[in-house]
């Protein structure tokens, strides 16, 4: 893989991480707003959650090796568990589900496993970007916390303001990826800091 074609992965990674980030959160405060699901949030969020993978792992991969074993261990994890949530909005769809309370009563425990797996891999993710830095630290902070949130399952606003923590940590991490153009990728996918022209 050439320089420049790694160069614009890492970029397409920050474009869909700042991006998607928002219309997560966007379906999200629809869904608040409404009550429960409906066709039109559910394709939004089908669309958010199906790039959530992509661009976390795309996230680690632009940072690696500085972002270590941890890091990219937690991003493959968080990835996972969105595959499988993503296939959950898919069930919505199909089934006409009225809102998340009765898609987690459908879905049992397997929604349980793969949000316990979300927090681990949020946990793990979120502690490499805290000690190693390659991006904002309060974005490993941030990720952290909005997971732990999200996964308790506050109702309401509070609910959405978890959500909202979870989708800024992803989306600082996007922008620090399209805002630091000191950072280069060269062929073998590693990642070195280069003098600023």
């Known amino acids: 893989m050439s320089v420049r074609t790694s160069a614009a992965l890492v970029r397409l990674a920050g474009w869909t ?8 959160f966007l379906s999200d ?10 066709t039109g949030q559910l394709w939004l969020t089908l669309a958010a959650e199906a790039v959530v993978p992509v661009f976390v792992v795309g996230l680690a991969l632009a940072r690696w090796p500085r972002l270590g074993r941890l890091g990219l261990v937690g991003a493959a994890v968080y990835a996972y568990a969105f595959v499988y949530f993503t296939g959950t909005v898919i ?16 879905l049992g425990v397997w929604m349980t496993v793969h949000g316990g ?8 993710l979120g502690s490499a970007v805290l000690r190693s830095g390659v991006y904002p630290r309060w974005t490993g902070v941030a990720l952290v916390v909005g997971v732990a949130l999200v996964a308790v399952g506050l109702p309401g606003p509070a609910g959405l303001l978890a959500a909202g923590i979870r989708d800024l940590a992803f989306a600082g991490m996007g922008l620090a990826l399209l805002t630091n153009d000191e950072y280069d990728v060269r062929a073998g996918g590693t990642a070195a800091q280069t003098t600023r022209r």
């Open 29 to 38: 405060l629809i869904e608040a707003v409404q009550g429960g699901f409906s």
């Open 91 to 106: 069930y919505a769809l199909v089934h006409h589900t009225a809102d998340f309370a009765a898609l987690s009563d459908e």
């Open 117 to 124: 797996l979300m927090l681990l891999g949020a946990l793990g």
């Open 17 to 24: 991480a700042a991006l998607g980030s928002v219309g997560y």
